[in-house]
Nanobody
């Protein structure tokens, strides 16, 4: 079992930066693929980024490519999402997730067994 807790959200102006953290408790953190999803008001939750175990391969949704960087520190049991050049459309609740994914289903919610409670990111224009 893995418990996840996000932090680092806040309110910034367009063009600003934030770094989200997801602290994990429980065992086997390093055995899970990890991801960030987000949910904007009135919209469904969507995939943002994922990082695989072993290969450390990273995936990004097109809208954040080049602006967001996902990383993980297995020694500290923390997942990060560095976000720069933020846009108002990045406003959402951001969730971290852990599970076992493949290179074809990493963007889907179903493979992720564990989820955090979310942290709010608000970007004003």
């Amino acid at each position: 079992q893995v418990q996840l807790a996000e932090s680092g959200g806040g309110s910034v102006q367009a063009g600003g930066s934030l770094r989200l953290s997801c602290a994990a408790s429980g065992h086997m953190f390093s055995s899970y693929d990890l991801a960030w999803f987000r949910q904007a008001p009135g919209k469904e939750r969507e995939f943002v980024s994922a990082i695989r175990i072993g290969t450390w391969e990273r995936y990004y949704t097109d809208s954040v490519q080049g602006r967001f960087i996902i990383s993980r520190d297995n020694a500290k049991n923390i997942l990060y999402l560095r976000m720069v050049s933020l846009k108002p459309e990045d406003t959402a609740v951001y969730y971290c997730a852990a599970g076992a994914v493949t290179d074809t289903n990493y963007g889907m919610e179903l493979p992720y067994n564990y989820w955090g409670q979310g942290t709010q990111v608000t970007v004003s224009s």
